[in-house]
Structure formats: C-alpha cells, structure tokens
C-alpha cells in the first residue's frame, strides 16, 4: 500500500488534471519525512523496536495515508464506502509496520499524520482552489 495508494491517487490526478498539485504535495510529504527522519536519527523517539535508527516517523504510514486521503477527498467524495476502504488499507499498512516490528505507535502516528494533511489538502496549482478535504462525512 506504501506504492499502491499514492500509484491509484496519480492515476486519479492526472484523470482530474490536477497532477501537478498532487506532485508538489507528494514531494513535499516525502521531503518532511525524510528531513524528519535525519534530524532525529540518533534520538530515542528515532529507535525502531529492532534497536536500528531512522523510524521516526514511518514512511509507509505516510505515504500510504497521503494516498489514501487524496483518493478519499478527491476521487472518491461521493462514494463514502470507498473513502473507509482507502483509510482502511492505508491503516492496515501502519498497523503491519508495528505487527512486523518495524515502527512503534508513535512513529506509525506521525507518519500517518503527515501523509493524511498533504494527502488532504490541495494548494491550488493549476486552479484557484485551494481546499482541505478528508472525503468521509458523518
């Protein structure tokens, strides 16, 4: 889901015209993380359950909830089944990193974090809207 998520939001940007948003989110999403992942690497908060550095936060949380949460918002707004099965993939993916000892909760947590706000929100390249949308009403 790490690649799959993102792989079906593009296909749904560029569908929409809106790929180069979705790219300049997506770097940026990707930059965080890593930049995230250097600056504390070292730090307790950075120690994986295996006793490696760098985990601090997941990358595939991130960018398996930036994927889940633009298909949500964005492709899927009106077909709320859809949007719960994205988040739900996308949350499976966070909880197999912790099943497989590779992120603790809070680094599986601010991975997803970071992926769901850039996954959410749009910056407005290409039109005039910029907007935040999770696409799950209640």
Known sequence: MKYGLPLAAAICAERDD???DFAVRGVLQAAIVLGMKSY????????????????????HAAA????????AGKCFA?????GAASYGAAALTGYSRIHAGEHTVPQVTTGALIGFSFGAASF???SEEVSFSVGMRF
């Open 124 to 126: 407005g390249i290409g």
């Open 64 to 71: 398996a909830f930036f994927g889940a949460s633009d298909l």
């Open 78 to 82: 009106d077909d709320v089944a859809a």
């Open 18 to 20: 809106r790929l180069e």
């Open 40 to 59: 504390f690497d070292g730090r307790p908060i950075s120690r994986r359950p295996t006793g490696e550095g760098r985990g601090f936060p997941s990358g």
